[in-house]
């Protein structure tokens, strides 16, 4: 089974509108962090949020939230007010054992592309 | 900028040969990871290394080494390329061992022609 699914298209988002960029995890372990990269045509993965599976509150980075709902084990990305400078692909990974350290490496999903309109 | 560095940017070379791709870590952090990042198979973890000891192994082929060394650079060796070796090749660098956030270099892209 996927550890990280992320099945939505391409996705179009209006500037300066909000968008809601899906990931769905699967793990057993009770730690582990979820973490949100974005990477632009240019090739760089940029680090934008992350959350902890201990964590009480959604993660907030700036006009990056993460809407977490842990029972139905979903981890979502929210860009708030869209910029033309968004548009990229976005990926959602997960490191279990996230407090021990003995799990050192980061399951990716295959990525959503996000369009921004002008 | 992340503060992880990369060098080549780029590398373009044939079948059969060696390669070998260098990655300095964010002043500071004492581990790094190499992920390689292809069209097929997506972004994949390869091997850590964490103050100069190999830490953890990923989907990482025989034909491929690494090894960091006492500065904390880190250097992936990849030989008897084949044309399913082309792919953008990701360094990463965390501060310690748990818990932290992996920050990621700007990668390299080899073409294996």
């Known amino acids: 089974a996927q550890k990280i699914t992320q099945t939505q298209p391409g996705m179009f988002v209006q500037e300066k509108e909000a968008v809601t960029l899906d990931c769905t995890y699967d793990t057993s372990d009770p730690s582990y962090g979820l973490f949100w990269y974005k990477q632009p045509s240019s090739g760089e993965m940029i680090f934008l949020i992350y959350?902890?599976?201990?964590?009480?509150q959604n993660a907030t980075e700036g006009r990056y939230s993460l809407n977490f709902q842990k029972a139905r084990k979903s981890a979502n990305l929210v860009i708030s007010a869209s910029q033309l400078g968004d548009s990229a692909m976005y990926f959602c990974a997960m490191r279990e054992d996230f407090l021990t350290g003995a799990n050192s490496k980061l399951t990716f999903g295959k990525g959503i592309t996000l369009s921004v309109r002008p | 900028d992340s503060g992880v560095t990369q060098t080549p940017k780029h590398l373009i070379t044939a079948t059969g040969q060696r390669v070998t791709l260098r990655c300095s870590p964010r002043s500071g952090d004492l581990s790094v990871y190499w992920y390689q990042q292809s069209l097929d198979q997506g972004l994949q973890f390869l091997i850590q290394y964490y103050n100069g000891e190999e830490r953890a192994k990923g989907n990482i082929l025989e034909r491929f080494s690494a090894q960091q060394f006492p500065d904390l650079h880190s250097e992936l060796n990849l030989s008897s390329l084949e044309l399913g070796d082309s792919a953008l090749y990701f360094c990463?660098?965390?501060?310690?061992?748990?818990?932290?956030?992996?920050?990621f270099g700007p990668g390299t892209r080899l073409l294996v022609l």
């Open positions: 990463a660098s965390s501060s310690g061992l748990a818990g932290e956030t992996q920050y």
């Open positions: 959350q902890g599976s201990y964590d009480q």
